[in-house]
């Protein structure tokens, strides 16, 4: 693959690296889900799989490697004719493709793990570039635990690859072990004292044993490498791989500092990517992780929101939307300032006149103290309603029965709802308990609602845990919050939904009683 000096290649290896860490493997379409999402990113370079693996491995790298249109695929192959053929006869279809071949070249993995000499191990890499060559002139060739390996014998091994065909060597270090400056020199040191250095791309793939993962990547293209291998989300063997909003990121908002250095992702497409990835491997994001996390926009401190609400650069060095995310989020709680409920109050549409600041602040920190969160219909019912209590809601759970067992049952909910002083009954069946439940009560209150996520968490420990479930439902493009809290998972289901519609007719009657009195 060419490419210009200042242009980083972006291999991503989460259908690889990431895959053969989780618990579960991916089924074909998902993996292809994952590499077309991939490919509207931007990623130069989509490690498909390790073909030799298993037959399943194999179609999955075949069918995408007919699929993409713009990022090369690539398969991984140890140093074995029959992996490198696996790849060559699986990605044939494809207009381009890399075959991507690995042996250890640190003295431990020589020694221990592949029981022969360092000599042996050289002859082998040049066979399969060799051999790999025959396939395609997109040839891959990487010395595992490159960051173990001895300067000297890295370099030779280096040299023979790419005297025998490679056209990328790939320097990992697999095990997450070295430091910065001390990884950033490994790849100085090959830079220079290799003499055919010129002939290849030189890539890092670098694990994140001690969180230095991007670090190290970074530091590595200081020192002259234009390949980064990574994951989405950082996923990968342990502790993962290098994560590719990470380094994408911090290429393309210090591209100056890194001397003009940039890549081919379009960053607005990450969080969606990475929601992808998050949902299609049942691994979630941390909510603090870096670009990707849900408060990695989030600002909590007084001091800072209203830092950020004068100017947003105080406590931003990166706007939520230039990755794909709406908007930032503020969370209101008990630490936030007034400047940050006016300027709330203001996005929902209301004035200064509309209300005292001084009095609604106060209500507001009473409310947050027991809520912990507020929400922004929360505030609007601190504006009208004197009492935010239960006393307000239109709905309440009188009576709840859900049957539900294995085979051939069909789950089926039946609820009663207490409605001023009347009552309500619905049964319904559903694909589970908690979805005919949801039935029956979007039924009974006619409040057309979508729900758009669903928790449940233990509060406390053992028999007496409490099950807080939490959910938001979409209401007419507004998204609206319930929790609901008992010992039985299925009640606390019941009534997280009713909270949320519940909400959703307390900012109904707000709005319409404003349209009343013109206030
Ligand atoms: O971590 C590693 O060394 C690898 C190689 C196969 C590139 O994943
Ligand atoms: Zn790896």
Redesign the pocket.
């Known amino acids: 693959m060419t490419q210009a000096d200042d242009h980083v290649i972006i291999f991503d290896t989460t259908l690889r690296?990431g895959e053969q860490a989780l618990p579960q493997s991916l089924s074909m379409r998902q993996k292809m889900q994952i590499a077309l999402a991939l490919e509207e990113l931007g990623v130069d370079v989509i490690e498909t799989g390790f073909p030799i693996s298993s037959r399943g491995d194999f179609e999955s790298c075949e069918a995408i490697a007919k699929a993409l249109k713009r990022s090369v695929p690539c398969g991984?192959a140890r140093c074995v004719e029959k992996d490198i053929d696996a790849v060559g006869e699986a990605l044939a279809a494809a207009e381009r493709f890399r075959i991507h071949t690995?042996i250890a070249t640190s003295d431990i993995h020589v020694q221990d793990k592949l029981r022969r000499s360092f000599d042996d191990v050289v002859e082998m890499a040049v066979k399969a570039v060799a051999h790999a060559r025959s396939y395609t002139d997109d040839v891959e060739f990487?010395c595992?635990?490159a960051g173990r390996t001895p300067i000297d014998n890295l370099c030779r091994m280096v040299e023979a690859a790419i005297r025998a065909g490679a056209t990328t060597i790939?320097l990992?270090d697999?095990v997450g072990y070295t430091l910065p400056a001390e990884f950033s020199s490994i790849i100085a040191t090959v830079m220079n004292r290799v003499p055919n250095i010129d002939q290849a791309v030189v890539s890092v793939?670098c694990?994140n044993d001690l969180g230095m993962a991007t670090a190290n990547s970074l530091s590595a293209l200081q020192a002259g490498a234009r390949q980064i291998e990574c994951c989405m989300n950082g996923l990968g063997?342990r502790a993962g791989n290098c994560s590719l909003e990470e380094v994408a990121m911090a290429i393309k908002l210090r591209s100056k500092y890194l001397g003009g250095l940039r890549t081919n992702i379009v960053s607005q497409n990450i969080a969606r990517t990475s929601a992808l990835v998050s949902k299609l491997c049942h691994e979630p994001v941390p909510s603090h992780k870096a670009i990707v996390g849900s408060n990695a926009f989030s600002h909590s401190s007084g001091i800072h929101q209203d830092g950020v609400l004068k100017n947003r650069e105080t406590y931003e060095i990166l706007t939520p939307e230039s990755v794909g995310f709406k908007g930032n989020t503020m969370h209101m709680t008990a630490r936030s300032g007034r400047h940050m409920i006016r300027s709330c109050l203001k996005n929902l549409g209301y004035d200064d006149s509309d209300y005292d600041l001084n009095e609604i602040y106060a209500r507001f920190l009473k409310l947050a103290d027991r809520k912990g969160q507020v929400f922004d219909y929360d505030l609007e019912a601190l504006l009208f309603f004197t009492k935010l209590d239960e006393e307000d809601d239109k709905y309440h759970l009188d009576i709840l029965n859900v049957m539900s067992g294995s085979g051939d049952t069909v789950p089926t909910a039946t609820v009663r709802l207490r409605v001023g002083k009347r009552t309500r009954t619905e049964s319904s069946i559903g694909n589970g308990p908690v979805d005919a439940l949801y039935n029956c009560i979007t039924r009974l209150t006619g409040v057309k609602c979508k729900l758009t996520s669903y928790d449940i968490t233990a509060n406390g420990a053992g028999m007496d845990a409490l099950g807080q479930v939490d959910v938001t439902v979409d209401h007419e493009g507004r998204i609206f919050h319930g929790m609901g809290l008992s010992t039985d998972v299925i009640e606390a289901s019941a009534l997280a939904l009713i909270h949320a519609i519940n909400n959703i007719e307390r900012s109904k009657s707000i709005h319409q009683k404003r349209r009343l009195t013109g206030v």
């Open positions: 690296d991984l690995f990487s595992e635990d790939n990992p697999t793939h694990h063997e």
